[in-house]
């Protein structure tokens, strides 16, 4: 089992950033990647980046140039930095975790909101 937490999300002015963090514990040494998610009242959830363990990173098409996602293995983090960011990055961004394999099992944390308005 893995237990992740988010931390990081709040009110920003359009064009601002924000960093959000994922920490995990657990079975750690299982993680093969992690990923960052987000979603809206209504809409399905989405896919916004993903780092595997051996650093291969991969980005929503929307989301390449203003967000990066990294890791840092000592701290068993992975952060999402979000920069000039727009009213519809607005959503509740979740922390995902797939342990052994791209098909192992997925573990979620509970979300953190981000708003971004004037």
């Known amino acids: 089992q893995v237990q992740l937490v988010e931390s990081g999300g709040g009110l920003v002015q359009p064009g601002g950033s924000l960093r959000l963090s994922c920490a995990a514990s657990?079975?750690?040494?299982?993680?093969?990647?992690m990923g960052w998610y987000r979603q809206n009242p209504g809409k399905q959830r989405e896919l916004v980046a993903s780092?595997?363990?051996?650093?291969?990173?991969n980005y929503a098409d929307s989301k390449k140039g203003r967000f990066t996602i990294s890791r840092d293995n000592a701290k068993n983090t992975v952060y999402l930095q979000m920069n000039r960011l727009k009213p519809e990055d607005t959503a509740v961004y979740y922390c995902?975790?797939?342990?052994?394999?791209?098909?192992?099992?997925?573990?979620w944390g509970q979300g953190t909101q981000v708003t971004v308005s004037s």
């Open positions: 657990g079975s750690i040494g299982s993680i093969y990647a």
């Open positions: 995902k975790a797939i342990l052994n394999n791209n098909f192992g099992p997925e573990y």
């Open positions: 780092i595997t363990r051996g650093g291969t990173t």
